[in-house]
């Protein structure tokens, strides 16, 4: 017999006969009738588990991953107000249950077997995956089985604070609500999940606000892997900065008052608890996983005699809330109404086409406030000495930090977090003197981790902020690209774009840097940025370019709510000349406020027709350089600045090479995975005239006078051009 039949007959057969496991008498202050709304809940939860393997087995449903052996977290949720953002771990059903009977209008059994049959008309993802999470309970769906889902918890949590000192026009959250983020025991040993007690505690150990309760839902194991008895209490029972509470889960009345100490310490304190709950696991891990694969026949049934269900008949009984029978029949009819509607739910439609899957890439767009900008006294009193030299050419640096200044004088949501981003002004000087424009509660200096910067800014977004993160250098992304990957830009997917988190993250990128660096300070690969649905991703090559496209992604992140990245060439940061020395060629004025580069919009040096160059950043400045080596040769070309490289702006790169004989594409990042290797495929499928590629080769840089050996150079795009147009060189 299925693992979940058995223990199902056992419960009718136990139930009947009286036969129930022994335990602590109930005590606490849970009422008759919130026990029994949680013992519903929990009947629910194991039908619907029961249910879905029926279905999945049927070919009906298409994954399970179950929660019987939780359904104590029914009594959590319970203890809990539904204006408390929770981030649920993958066995919470009973908790999203008993949320829904705190919110009137609820038909949770129906959402969730259409969640169970991947039908299009599931509530929270629309078919796309089977998720907990629901806009009307405050729950935003999660997928992760690896703790990712925690840095965004620490960051929502922080956000309840800051937003108390801020007029946010998409605020979400009461400033009494408090955040709730649950995983397993396993989880909890995941370096992700590591970070965010460790942001936590820090955070808490200043004082600063962070009403966040975490809890780990103790089984004992992880898929086969067993968890070291004790260890969950001896690793967080003394952490600094971090309350431990403890209960047993198959206690209702014990994790019902110990559940409502830790939120009542975490809502008065405003400070992190670490609620731990001793679960247990039935059937195994996920779909068709089979526990006596790896546990012996005696612990599974051990298990399984320890049914929280059983434990929860005998609890109510004692306490004089519902007799055994009632219980029964409680469970029962829950069965046979899971059962009926399961039959109803598995002949919704589903999702059919590239476009029903694709439609909840790209978040909707909102309704925000108009802004008519700073007054000139504010803006003056902001800028202070550098209005005078506003109207001078400038590096591309001091334009990104004047743009920044605009901004956030225009859009009091936006914040800034990240390491040395404060006080210090940036490892380039890039944000000096914000925090003195802004207060360090918009120039938020973060403790060195990728994954809580990252965190804290989708977490902030979740609360009505516009955040911009930075990563200090684009190699450091690699820490924490599933934060971006698997958290910020699936979460639209997931919830139907029910859920967003906007933001523009910034990151000091690209190579050529004279004697700094090696591979950790200089990385040419973006690849892992570009493989992102739904993710734009921004590189300008000069100052005033710059500027206007940091106005475009604020408006992208507030706006249509999109996750943008902004990749700054660190070389081009200071870069003033461009054919020779102290010519200035590079620097820029800083461009009227009302300039504005457009997503797709890509810019045309010169309308040659003898070739065209197809760049972006560094590449483009080099180009201009070969350009005018060109031109000394009779040669006449164009150099198109792409600006986006991710969604590549296909027809305006079309449209810029319409007329050219030849196409030269020049691109720093690698030849494998690079931007050229999608830039080739365009223009061979839409353009018949000879091209070519110069590309930086497959390595890693290094640091000294070789630092731009493995890229491209003005005299190898020049030699490039003239190869291709079959000239001397």
Not at 316 to 336: D, F, K, R, V
Not at 671 to 687: H, I, K, P, T, Y
């Amino acid at each position: 017999m299925d693992r979940a039949d058995i223990v199902h007959e056992n419960f009718l057969r136990r139930v009947a006969m009286g036969d129930l496991p022994v335990g602590a008498a109930p005590s606490g202050p849970l009422k008759p009738d919130e026990a029994v709304a949680i013992y519903r809940a929990a009947c629910l939860s194991r039908a619907l588990d029961r249910t879905s393997r029926t279905m999945q087995k049927a070919g009906q449903g298409f994954y399970t991953i179950g929660s019987s052996g939780h359904e104590g977290m029914a009594a959590v949720a319970s203890a809990l107000r539904p204006t408390d953002m929770a981030f649920l771990h993958y066995r919470d059903a009973a908790f999203q249950i008993a949320r829904s009977l705190q919110v009137p209008g609820q038909s949770i059994a129906w959402d969730m077997l259409l969640s169970f049959a991947a039908s299009s008309e599931d509530p929270i993802s629309g078919g796309r995956h089977k998720v907990l999470g629901s806009k009307a309970l405050n729950i935003p769906p999660q997928t992760s089985t690896i703790a990712s889902h925690l840095p965004k918890a620490v960051g929502a949590a922080y956000a309840i604070g800051a937003a108390r000192r801020h007029a946010l026009e998409h605020k979400a959250l009461p400033d009494d609500a408090i955040v709730y983020c649950s995983f397993g025991d396993a989880s909890a040993n995941h370096s992700t999940a590591q970070g965010a007690f460790n942001t936590a505690g820090w955070t808490s150990y200043q004082s600063i606000p962070l009403p966040l309760l975490f809890v780990c839902e103790d089984n004992g194991i992880g898929i086969s892997t067993k968890t070291p008895k004790g260890w969950i209490a001896a690793t967080f029972r003394d952490r600094p900065g971090l309350k431990y509470f403890h209960c047993n889960g198959l206690d209702i009345y014990e994790t019902f008052r110990v559940a409502e100490e830790a939120a009542h310490y975490v809502r008065t304190r405003k400070k992190p608890a670490f609620l731990h709950i001793g679960t247990i696991r039935l059937y195994g891990h996920a779909g068709a996983d089979v526990p006596t694969t790896y546990l012996s026949r005696d612990e599974v049934e051990a298990e399984e005699a320890n049914d929280p269900l059983l434990h929860t008949v005998r609890l109510m009984s004692e306490a004089g809330a519902l007799a055994p029978a009632s219980a029964l029949a409680i469970y029962e009819q829950t069965n046979a109404r899971v059962a009926r509607i399961a039959g109803e739910a598995v002949k919704r439609p589903r999702l059919k086409t590239p476009g029903d899957v694709m439609a909840s890439l790209i978040p909707p767009k909102r309704e925000c406030r108009p802004t008519n900008g700073p007054s000139a006294e504010a803006r003056a009193a902001a800028f202070g000495g550098d209005m005078k030299a506003i109207d001078e050419p400038q590096i591309m640096s001091r334009l990104i930090n004047w743009a920044l200044t605009d901004l956030m004088l225009e859009h009091p949501e936006i914040v800034m977090m990240g390491e040395d981003v404060g006080r210090k002004g940036g490892v380039y000087g890039v944000t000096q003197k914000l925090t003195a424009r802004f207060g360090p509660d918009r120039m938020i200096d973060t403790l060195l981790d990728e994954q809580s910067i990252l965190g804290l800014a989708i977490g902030m977004a979740q609360n009505g902020f516009v955040p911009m993160p930075e990563i200090q250098f684009l190699a450091y992304l690699h820490n924490a690209e599933d934060q971006i990957r698997g958290e910020a830009a699936t979460l639209p997917f997931f919830s139907n774009g029910q859920y967003t988190n906007p933001m523009v993250l910034r990151i000091a990128g690209l190579g050529y840097q004279k004697g700094f660096g090696g591979h950790f300070h200089n990385d040419n690969s973006v690849a892992v940025i570009r493989d992102i649905p739904g993710v734009i991703l921004a590189c300008p090559s000069n100052g005033a370019d710059a500027a206007r496209m940091m106005r475009e992604c604020v408006r992208l992140a507030r706006e249509e709510q999109r996750v943008v990245v902004f990749l700054e060439p660190i070389a081009l940061y200071p870069m003033r000349d461009l054919h020779g020395d102290k010519d200035g060629g590079w620097m820029c004025r800083y461009p009227e406020r009302s300039e504005v580069i457009g997503l797709g919009e890509v810019g045309i040096h010169g309308d040659g027709t003898d070739l065209a160059i197809v760049t972006y950043g560094n590449g483009y400045y080099l180009s201009r350089q070969a350009g005018k080596r060109l031109a000394e040769k009779g040669v006449n070309a164009r150099v198109i600045d792409m600006r986006w490289l991710s969604p590549l702006p296909a027809d305006a790169l079309v449209d810029a090479v319409r007329g050219a004989k030849r196409i030269l594409i020049v691109d720093e990042t690698r030849r494998s995975g690079g931007v050229a290797e999608a830039l080739m495929a365009l223009f061979a499928e839409r353009n018949d005239v000879p091209k070519a590629r110069l590309t930086a080769e497959d390595s890693f840089i290094a640091t000294g006078p070789a630092y731009a050996a493995t890229m491209p150079s003005a005299e190898s795009i020049y030699d490039a051009a003239m190869a291709l147009i079959g000239g001397a060189k």
